[in-house]
């Protein structure tokens, strides 16, 4: 059996993953996938890939690039959720702050440096016409520590995938003043060098295997009711959900990885290109 560790973070996004290791696929091909969930996201897996603490990680395309162009040793081997995320843009429910443009020079509440939060951040704020060095930054690792500095004020805004945080929302809690999607697939799988040059035939096999899953979970009776259960979403909310969710089975091609780059240098988030022949397999 071969032992093989991958993180992503707690999301309906990777409920697929979590229904092949439960009905034992994985194990019929002689691999013992151990998940692990990571809720302080982006950042802290970035950091698990680099210091080999797991082979492959589901995470956020622009933080994963990111990382990759600093010298993280990971390859991106496919893409998987090719649809963009809904970053919501929230404040304390309470906050006098009502408008997004009312969000300039105010503190960012993120997970850490190099997390989606950050780089969405960024993102926002060009697109606000901001100075991106003017940028207040609170880390605050997970949505609950997001949740407790809002609500005390020391910080004033924080972004995080609109569906995760509705229950936050519907307890008035946080409050929703916008959403910013990102302007590309919002989900890669990333694997370390070592990993992937040692073991491309289990890596197959484990892509095969979730993307079976992937391409027909739409199709799963009742699987907006378990999805509500299971993450304490509102019905509505999961079937909306599912209607803008598109996961992939395939990776960038070169036009579509150019495209990329060239979003990502634009918006500052990386200095140059990174080498399509170096980081996508």
Same mark, same amino acid.
């Given at each position: 059996? !071969? *032992?093989?560790?991958?993180?992503?973070?707690?999301?309906?996004?990777?409920? @697929?993953?979590?229904?092949?290791?439960? =009905?034992?696929?994985?194990?019929?091909?002689?691999?013992?996938?151990?998940?692990?969930?990571?809720? &302080?996201?982006?950042?802290?897996?970035?950091?698990?890939?680099?210091?080999?603490?797991?082979?492959?990680?589901?995470?956020?395309?622009?933080?994963?690039?990111?990382?990759?162009?600093?010298? =993280?040793?990971?390859?991106?081997?496919?893409?998987? $959720?090719?649809?963009?995320?809904?970053?919501?843009?929230?404040?304390?429910?309470?906050?006098?702050?009502?408008?997004?443009?009312?969000?300039?020079?105010? *503190?960012?509440?993120?997970?850490?440096?190099?997390?989606?939060?950050?780089?969405?951040a960024i993102v926002h704020?060009?697109?606000?016409?901001? =100075?991106? &060095? /003017?940028?207040?930054?609170?880390? $605050?690792?997970?949505? /609950?520590?997001?949740? /407790?500095?809002?609500?005390?004020?020391?910080?004033?805004?924080?972004?995080?995938?609109? +569906?995760?945080?509705?229950?936050?929302?519907?307890?008035?809690?946080?409050?929703?003043?916008?959403?910013? @999607?990102?302007?590309?697939?919002?989900?890669?799988?990333?694997?370390?060098?070592?990993?992937? %040059?040692?073991?491309?035939?289990? $890596? !197959?096999?484990?892509?095969?295997?979730?993307?079976?899953?992937?391409?027909?979970? !739409?199709?799963? @009776?009742?699987?907006?009711?378990?999805?509500? =259960?299971?993450f304490g979403q509102k019905?509505?909310?999961?079937?909306?959900?599912?209607?803008?969710?598109?996961?992939?089975?395939?990776? +960038?091609?070169?036009? /579509?990885?150019?495209?990329? %780059?060239?979003?990502?240098?634009?918006?500052?988030?990386?200095?140059?290109?990174?080498?399509?022949?170096? $980081?996508?397999?």
């Amino acid at each position: 059996m !071969k *032992k093989v560790k991958i993180i992503g973070v707690p999301e309906h996004f990777n409920y @697929p993953w979590q229904m092949c290791i439960e =009905n034992g696929e994985f194990h019929e091909v002689g691999i013992d996938l151990e998940w692990k969930n990571i809720p &302080e996201g982006t950042g802290k897996m970035c950091e698990m890939l680099r210091n080999q603490s797991t082979d492959l990680a589901v995470i956020l395309t622009e933080g994963m690039c990111k990382d990759i162009a600093l010298g =993280n040793p990971s390859y991106i081997i496919q893409k998987y $959720v090719s649809s963009p995320l809904q970053w919501g843009i929230h404040v304390a429910h309470n906050s006098s702050l009502e408008e997004e443009s009312q969000l300039k020079n105010k *503190k960012i509440a993120i997970s850490r440096y190099g997390s989606g939060s950050q780089l969405m951040a960024i993102v926002h704020a060009i697109k606000m016409g901001w =100075n991106i &060095e /003017e940028l207040q930054y609170v880390v $605050v690792d997970t949505l /609950e520590g997001a949740i /407790e500095a809002l609500t005390q004020g020391t910080a004033d805004y924080f972004m995080w995938d609109r +569906f995760m945080t509705q229950p936050v929302v519907d307890q008035q809690i946080f409050r929703r003043i916008g959403v910013c @999607p990102t302007p590309w697939p919002s989900f890669i799988i990333a694997c370390t060098h070592n990993f992937y %040059n040692q073991n491309q035939g289990v $890596v !197959k096999q484990i892509l095969d295997i979730i993307n079976q899953t992937t391409r027909e979970f !739409k199709m799963i @009776p009742s699987i907006d009711h378990t999805l509500a =259960n299971t993450f304490g979403q509102k019905f509505d909310d999961i079937q909306l959900w599912l209607q803008m969710t598109r996961w992939s089975q395939s990776n +960038f091609s070169q036009k /579509e990885w150019t495209e990329l %780059n060239d979003q990502l240098v634009r918006l500052k988030i990386m200095e140059k290109p990174l080498d399509f022949e170096h $980081v996508v397999k």
